[in-house]
């Protein structure tokens, strides 16, 4: 970095910060930067970056390598150390916006209370000689009180791209919502029957769309059928004493072009009667064809929010009301009812400031599955005290409580503070806890802890049963997006678990192979004996022994379970990889730069042919779409191999206890009864299961219980940060209580 005046070193600066600190910023123009368009200039505009988060987005200024923007801003700093990250991109309409070259503005070096002009050379990490050019700038530090008035009253420092605003939680919808439900609508899926041709074939890929008010969900797709069978469960909560209207669209898959509308329907929830099943055939509108339905009304009071003071497990009365209806004793009572879990909000400290007076409005957002509740705003307050209780029920003791902290502002989205992700099986019961806020990737801090005192309570039994049926699908979920470094994880996450897979086989004819004699002598008299005395109750012998041998590693203290430190940074490249674009259809990175080129060069001359441009986009599409599955088959791969392993690694060792208990019952049965009456009786059940049950949605026991395992990212993402006591929030209120 080069500067019109010497730096200040550190000593310069006050021993004690001052809390906070402000720094005007002009961004003035840039200097012979890289050409990258076909015509030999660039569409420039630059981003500023503070902790990870964009500060400040310029405008465009199209065509020029030697733009002027002369631009301000203001940015709040309460951290001298931790540098501006600068980062200059070409605007490409359409694709993914060139990434030009980036800089450091190093806050350490510069004089408080003096204006600097500064000059920064761009660099490329991945082309470290070349010459991409520099950015001018002209900077103001200066401590936050000695600051004119004027400055106060500059625009936020905080200019949102077009993802965030989209993906941020908008206060006005959550206002919209209901802070407590009533009831629970249980929608089961069952078939269509005689829908409309949509396709040259003849046939159809359908799927489903509902909508009950602000809550949506997607059926899976079935291919090439006019009578498809979906057989999926889910559930939305009624928010209204008087019921609600269920809106049902029937949609045809088009690989590369807008899905087709085949019908509609809709269901008035208020002519049903609670606490009984309706089977509903529904004619479609606007189409041809009718979907069966199975649809349930059940009344619960299940989720509430109070204020501290009033606590029900305080209560003696309420508290022993609550084990009795979850003791050992009621355990086939309910199945769906698994336990009861309560959330004490307390406060948050030091969070981010959101606001251009270095201060923000935040409030929180606890949501368990599909069950969401709101505290109430605190305005102005970096410190805020919510004091609230949220009770829930759980349905499925494998949950992850999710609390998440916003910044309320009235005319635009919440701006994101920080969240926290803890799976109920970890929770310490009655203990207050303050938890790290992480980034929305939960891959890594952000600013502020939250004081947390959680209480669960649960049915083992019922709990273990509910494993071995289908996760509740969440309806409030990010669309899978095309990544480059998700691909490349996911890619790596199946390559080391193939690769055990592989070294095994190389291990097994290494003693066919008589490489060390010692062990090949060894597996051969073992192959020996276990051939001879073979039975087939030793398969589930082998696993819980395993089992049995891992847990004697830790409870020993060899356990040789290590955070995965390779997820972890792979994580962090992808959120990093996040702020190249934000608005994408094929991730272009993925095409060598002579690919890309070619790839440009048609795109150009396709916008201006009306009749050619739909069809190229359409081909985009169908190229990002194949990409997509490529990714989501990679993940989930990967993700079976890592449940696995963190099943018999004891990673959540309820899950364990259940596949040792599991493993037994095999054992046992597998020794004591032939198998040809264990296969009689499993094709009987398999055979009969629709006559018996015909709406009954199918499922895979081992699959379900492999759900509930979390994979390498996501035992990442749970990791709980610890404090630093360094930068304790304590110390800091102690320092500056505003």
């Known amino acids: 970095m080069k500067t019109s005046s010497v730096g200040a070193s550190n000593a310069d600066f006050p021993s004690e910060d001052p809390g906070m600190y402000q720094l005007d910023i002009t961004l003035r123009r840039g200097q012979n930067l890289a050409a990258r368009d076909r015509g030999g200039t660039s569409d420039p505009y630059v981003k500023f970056k503070l902790g990870g988060k964009e500060v400040f987005r310029s405008k465009t200024i199209h065509k020029n390598l030697n733009p002027v923007w002369e631009e301000k801003t203001s940015i709040l700093i309460d951290n001298l150390r931790e540098p501006i990250y600068i980062k200059v991109f070409d605007y490409d309409f359409g694709l993914q916006d060139d990434f030009i070259g980036s800089a450091f503005l190093d806050l350490t070096s510069l004089e408080l209370n003096r204006q600097t002009d500064v000059t920064l050379s761009l660099k490329d990490p991945h082309y470290p000689d070349h010459d991409l050019g520099s950015i001018l700038l002209s900077v103001l530090l200066a401590p936050r009180e000695e600051q004119r008035e004027a400055t106060m009253l500059m625009r936020k420092s905080w200019k949102r791209s077009s993802k965030f605003q989209t993906q941020s939680l908008r206060l006005s919808d959550l206002h919209r919502k209901s802070q407590l439900w009533r009831g629970i609508v249980s929608v089961t899926l069952i078939e269509g029957r005689e829908l409309k041709a949509m396709d040259a074939n003849g046939l159809s890929d359908p799927y489903v769309k509902f909508r009950l008010g602000h809550q949506k969900y997607k059926s899976k797709i079935v291919p090439k059928t006019l009578n498809p069978q979906w057989r999926e469960q889910f559930d939305f909560h009624l928010y209204e004493e008087r019921g609600g209207i269920i809106d049902i669209t029937v949609w045809d898959k088009d690989a590369g072009k807008k899905d087709d509308f085949i019908g509609r329907c809709q269901v008035d929830l208020s ?351 169908a190229i990002q779409e194949v990409c997509v599955s490529v990714q989501n088959v990679l993940d989930e791969v990967a993700s079976f191999g890592e449940r696995v392993k963190n099943t018999f690694n004891w990673t959540v060792p309820f899950l364990s206890w259940l596949a040792i208990v599991a493993l037994c019952v095999f054992t046992i049965i597998l020794y004591f009864i032939p198998l040809r009456y264990i296969v009689l009786v499993w094709g009987i059940n398999k055979f009969t299961k629709k006559l018996r049950s015909p709406y009954a949605i199918d499922n895979n026991e081992l699959l379900d219980f492999l759900s509930r395992v979390p994979s390498d990212v996501q035992v990442v993402q749970y990791h709980e940060l610890k404090q630093d006591p360094s930068h304790s929030p304590s110390k800091r209120k102690k320092n500056n209580p505003g």
């Open 271 to 621: 002519t049903l009667s609670k606490e009984q099943t309706h089977k509903l055939e529904m004619p479609l509108e606007e189409g041809e064809g009718y979907l069966v339905l199975l649809v349930t009304l059940t009344a619960s009071a299940a989720v509430t929010i109070s204020d501290l003071s009033v606590n029900s497990l305080e209560d003696p009365k309420e508290r022993e009301e609550i084990l009795k209806r979850y003791s050992p004793m009621r355990m086939f009572h309910n199945m769906k009812d698994v336990g009861f879990l309560q959330v004490k909000v307390i406060r948050a400290e030091a969070l981010m400031a959101a606001d251009v007076t270095g201060k923000s409005d935040p409030f929180c957002v606890v949501e368990l599955n599909n069950d969401r509740l709101l505290t109430h705003t605190i305005y102005k307050n970096l410190n805020p005290e919510w004091n609230k209780i949220f009770t829930f029920n759980i349905k499925d003791i494998h949950s992850v409580l999710e609390v998440t902290v916003y910044d309320e502002d009235r005319d635009r989205s919440a701006d994101f503070l920080g969240k926290v992700a803890i799976p109920l099986l970890s929770i310490q019961n009655g203990e207050q806890k303050a938890y790290v806020l992480k980034n929305k990737q939960l891959t890594g801090p952000t600013k502020g802890v939250i004081y947390l005192e959680i209480d669960v309570i649960f049915n083992a039994v019922k709990a273990s049963i509910r494993t071995l049926m289908p996760k509740e699908q969440k309806y409030i979920e990010e669309e899978n997006r095309l990544s480059k470094q998700l691909l490349l994880r996911n890619f790596i996450r199946m390559k080391r678990c193939v690769m055990v897979l592989i070294n095994a086989a190389y291990y097994i004819n290494s003693c066919f192979d008589w490489d060390s004699p010692p062990r090949s002598l060894a597996a051969f008299l073992l192959f020996l004996f276990v051939v001879w005395n073979f039975e087939l109750y030793m398969i589930p012998l082998a696993l819980l022994l395993l089992l049995a041998w891992n847990y004697f590693l830790i409870i020993s203290g060899k356990d040789n379970r290590q955070h995965d430190t390779v997820v972890e940074d792979m994580l962090e490249d992808e959120e990093e990889e996040d702020d190249r674009d934000d608005k994408m259809f094929v991730d272009i990175q993925l095409l060598s730069d002579r690919d890309f080129r070619y790839l440009e060069t048609l795109l150009r001359a396709f916008c201006y042919q009306d009749s050619e441009k739909k069809g190229f986009m359409n081909k985009l599409y």
